[in-house]
Every structure is written in C-alpha cells, then in structure tokens.
C-alpha cells in the first residue's frame, strides 16, 4: 500500500537545525496531504506540519517562524526544516500521509527520534 521512510533525526543542540524527511512509496494512485506529527512519552500525537499536494501549508503555533514544511510531488517527499531547536522539540517525529489507495486513507512511518543535547 504506502510505505514512509523517515530520516534525518538525531541528537541537536538547543538552537540547532535538522532536517528531516519522508519518502512515500507503493501502490497508491495519488497523496493528497503528507506531514509531521511528534509525540512525547505519556502525550498524546500532535501536529507539527502538513502540506497538501496543491502546496498548502499548516504549522503548529509552537513551531511557526522555526520550522518550514515542504514538498516535491514528484518524489512523493516531504521534507521538515527545523531551525532554533528548543529542548521541548524533543519528540518522535512520524511522518503521515493522505492517499489514496483503494480509498483514502491515512498511513504511517516508523518514527525518527529528535533530542536535544542539553
């Protein structure tokens, strides 16, 4: 169906960048949205960024002005810079997707750790 792998995570210093990013693959017809979402132990999932296939973005209030989503529909990625690292960006970052399949549906990766080196 649709397969996402994640990379780029690891350990930042307060302040520092990284840039993850998520490529999608498999048997679907068409990704209508992809994003990032992050969790913490004994929190619930939340929204970091999404952005559709016609380009439109949505941010979390924590991270605008820090991290930019971005995409190439042509590669079916997705990529999320994150500047001005705070340690409470420290999560496991899943990237999703919207696509359609049989039907829409909504699929997952595997997680990518982010860690602040504090």
């Known amino acids: 169906q649709v397969q996402l792998v994640e990379s780029g995570g690891g350990l930042v210093q307060p302040g520092g960048s990284l840039r993850l990013s998520c490529a999608a693959s498999?048997?679907?017809?068409?990704?209508?949205?992809m994003g990032w979402y992050r969790q913490v132990p004994g929190k619930e999932r939340e929204l970091v960024a999404r952005?559709?296939?016609?380009?439109?973005?949505n941010d979390a209030d924590s991270v605008k002005g820090r991290f930019t989503i971005s995409a190439d529909n042509a590669k079916n990625t997705v990529w999320l810079q994150m500047n001005s690292l705070k340690p409470e960006d420290t999560a496991v970052y899943y990237c999703?997707?919207?696509?359609?399949?049989?039907?829409?549906?909504?699929?997952w990766g595997k997680g990518i750790l982010v860690t602040d080196s504090s």
């Open positions: 498999g048997t679907f017809s068409s990704i209508n949205a």
């Open positions: 999703y997707a919207n696509a359609m399949v049989r039907y829409n549906g909504n699929y």
């Open positions: 952005i559709t296939s016609g380009g439109s973005t």
